[in-house]
Every structure is written in structure tokens, then in C-alpha cells.
Nanobody, 123 residues
Framework: QVQLVESGGGLVQAGGSLRLSCAASGRTFSSYAMAWFRQAPGKEREFVTGINWSGGTTGYADSVKGRFTISRDSAKNTVYLSMNTLKPEDTAVYYC????????????????WGQGTKVTVYS
């Protein structure tokens, strides 16, 4: 069982930066691939970025490539999402998710989810 708690969301001006954190409970955190998804009002949940169990493999949605960076600290049981050059279209609730299947881009492949943290980018 893994419990995930996101933090770090907030209100930021376009062009600004934020760093989200996802703290995981459970001794087997290091065996899970992790990902960030987001869901904007009226839209489906979409993949943002993912990282494998070791941190050696990452993947990004085209819309965030070059602006967002995912990382993980297994000693702290935490995954981070560093977001730079934020745009109004990045406004969404951001969710952290965990799976033992390896890096996946489909939300149905993830077993554990956090409650989400809201990011609002204004122009």
C-alpha cells in the first residue's frame, strides 16, 4: 500500500516557476514508477511526466517538454515536479500517481493517487 500527498501548488504569474512535491508512505516506494498527471476544468486527466523506479528513465508530454522536470529522492520517499516558464494553459489540479508496471502514460495503469494540488497560472 502506498499513500501519496502532494504539496506546492499555488497561484503564479505566467513565466514563473513552481515546484510540486509528492511525499509517499510505505517501505516499497523505491519499487514504484511515479508520474504526474493533471486535470483542467472540463478536461480529461492527462499525463504530464513520469519516472521509473531508479530515476534513470523519464518521459514528458510534448506540452511540457523542456519546461518541466521530474525527479525523485528515494531517501525522502518524495517525487518532485519542477515547473518553469509556466503558461496559463498549465492551470490544473496536479496529481501524483504510483504504479508497479513501470513508466506508463495512461492513468488507468496507476494504482495509487494523491489528492491533488491546484496550480493556477495567470497572465
Amino acid at each position: 500500500q502506498v499513500q501519496l500527498v502532494e504539496s506546492g501548488g499555488g497561484l503564479v504569474q505566467a513565466g514563473g516557476s513552481l515546484r510540486l512535491s509528492c511525499a509517499a508512505s510505505g517501505r516499497t516506494f523505491s519499487s514504484y514508477a511515479m508520474a504526474w498527471f493533471r486535470q483542467a476544468p472540463g478536461k480529461e486527466r492527462e499525463f504530464v511526466t513520469g519516472i521509473n523506479w531508479s530515476g534513470g528513465t523519464t518521459g514528458y508530454a510534448d506540452s511540457v517538454k523542456g519546461r518541466f522536470t521530474i525527479s525523485r529522492d528515494s531517501a525522502k520517499n518524495t517525487v518532485y515536479l519542477s515547473m518553469n516558464t509556466l503558461k496559463p494553459e498549465d492551470t490544473a489540479v496536479y496529481y501524483c500517481a504510483a504504479t508497479k508496471l513501470g513508466p506508463k502514460r495512461t492513468h488507468r495503469d496507476y494504482d495509487y493517487w494523491g489528492q491533488g494540488t491546484k496550480v493556477t497560472v495567470y497572465s
